[in-house]
């Protein structure tokens, strides 16, 4: 039997509904933020997520979908959006234009274990700004996703952010780190004690080991320009969203300098993790490009959904009904004309009889029937009945868009 995926899925219905909302409301808050959309390709060619996204990261090291195609070219299913932005913005001379801001919605692919809010194709909607070093684009990129957020009716939803340095001094934190844990090795967990070499940061967000260390394991000293940058981050955000500095959030992904940040909520058994994002001074001068700063996030679209709480705006929805073949134009001329009047209208089934028409629009949830027959058309009227209340009249053809425009 046909069979799907595991860590795939079917969306259809509220879930498929809800996502449409999140990726319209975050549509509206980038055109007011002025950020261009950007459609990229799902596949790319692996060695760009290798070089951005980074060799000893988690989805670089057993979570891409990756294959030789047909042309023996190494190819991965994108996992995540930031290095295909960073590969167009070289390779299509944008920075022509230094100063840009990107939006993209789209899958992505990592074969994760699934689980609840975890799925091995995703949506993500993410924004990248490249250009501007300001600590006014980190504050400016994270008032943005809070807008969404906020529009959405997230709530409860908390901001954590933090700095993880650059180059110069990150390294010293790299190695303190490396001899703090080495002293711990024999109680860090499996998968800790294989990251400890290669990125020992990491050990500080691992869900078994980080708590543990919260408080003892050594803490990252900043530069002064890093210190700086960081302070201003905060002053902007200060009064505008409520934000806790967490020195343990270091996330997954090798690019990231100075801010990073999660927006997490807690979704019934699901990941909390709704949106995260950071800066990424180096990483377009790393993939053959201009030195270029940018700063950006991706929210995942599944998980916002789940913990959005708005309530769609329920439009009016007719059905027109035909009772005989004589009627079936007259029928179907007014369904079309209710459409162009921005009527929600459905019908049409007209090799159905009367009772299974009816039976078809209280099963999509029609809140009017309007019934058409023979007598109708002579008389060039309906039958308009409210199938919340039950109560039917018959009106004249001229005044069915103020009738239904008035009915409750
Ligand atoms: P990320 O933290 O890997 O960052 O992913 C961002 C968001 O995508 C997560 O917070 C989560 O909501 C969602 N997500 C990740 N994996 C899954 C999954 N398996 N199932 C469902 N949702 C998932 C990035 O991808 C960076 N590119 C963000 C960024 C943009 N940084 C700078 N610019």
New binding site residues.
């Given amino acids: 039997m046909a069979k799907l995926l595991r860590g795939f899925r079917d969306l259809f219905e509220t879930e498929a509904q809800k996502l449409t909302k999140v990726e319209r409301i975050s549509r509206d808050i980038f055109k007011i933020y002025g950020v261009n959309e950007l459609r990229l390709p799902t596949l790319e060619l692996k060695e760009i997520f290798i070089k951005a996204t980074g060799q000893t990261t988690d989805?670089v090291q057993k979570e891409m979908y990756a294959f030789e195609d047909g042309g023996g070219r190494l190819v991965a299913m994108r996992?995540?959006?930031?290095p295909g932005v960073a590969r167009a913005y070289i390779e299509n001379n944008f920075q022509a234009n230094p100063v840009q801001k990107f939006f993209y919605i789209g899958n992505?692919f990592?074969a994760?274990r699934p689980q609840a809010?975890?799925?091995?194709e995703?949506e993500?909607i993410?924004?990248?700004y490249i250009g501007n070093a300001s600590p006014a684009a980190d504050a400016e990129v994270i008032l943005m996703l809070k807008a969404i957020f906020d529009k959405l009716g997230v709530k409860n939803y908390k901001v954590k952010i933090n700095s993880i340095g650059c180059k110069e001094c990150r390294p010293k934190f790299r190695e303190d780190l490396i001899k703090f844990f080495t002293l711990q090795k024999d109680s860090l967990c499996e998968k800790c004690q294989t990251r400890l070499e290669v990125n020992p940061l990491r050990v500080l967000d691992c869900k078994i080991d980080g708590p543990k260390f919260t408080q003892s394991a050594p803490k990252q000293v900043l530069c002064p320009s890093c210190q700086k940058h960081f302070d201003e981050v905060k002053k902007y955000l200060e009064g505008k969203v409520p934000f806790e500095v967490d020195p343990c959030l270091v996330?997954?992904?090798d690019y990231?300098t100075k801010t990073v940040f999660?927006f997490q909520a807690d979704i019934a058994g699901a990941?909390n993790?709704?949106?995260?994002?950071?800066r990424?001074d180096d990483l377009i001068a790393s993939m053959g490009g201009p030195k270029v700063p940018a700063?950006?996030?991706?929210?995942?679209a599944?998980?916002?959904a789940l913990a959005s709480t708005f309530e769609e705006i329920k439009t009016k929805k007719v059905f027109v009904v035909s009772v005989e073949e004589s009627s079936n134009s007259y029928a179907f001329n007014l369904l079309q004309d209710l459409r162009d009047n921005g009527f929600t209208a459905e019908g049409g089934l007209f090799d159905k009889n009367l009772k299974a028409q009816m039976k078809q629009a209280n099963k999509i949830g029609a809140d009017f029937a309007i019934i058409i027959g023979g007598n109708e058309v002579a008389k060039n009227t309906l039958l308009l009945k409210n199938l919340n209340s039950g109560k039917q009249k018959e009106i004249v053809y001229q005044d069915l868009f103020t009738a239904l425009k008035e009915e409750k």
Avoid: D, K, N, S
Avoid at 79 to 82: F, L, R
Avoid at 117 to 120: I, Q, S
Avoid at 273 to 278: K, Y
């Fill in positions: 989805i996992p995540e959006g930031t992505m990592r994760e809010g975890r799925y091995r995703f993500q993410g924004v990248e996330r997954g992904l990231y999660e990941q993790a709704l949106a995260a994002g950071g990424y700063v950006g996030w991706a929210l995942g599944e998980r916002v």
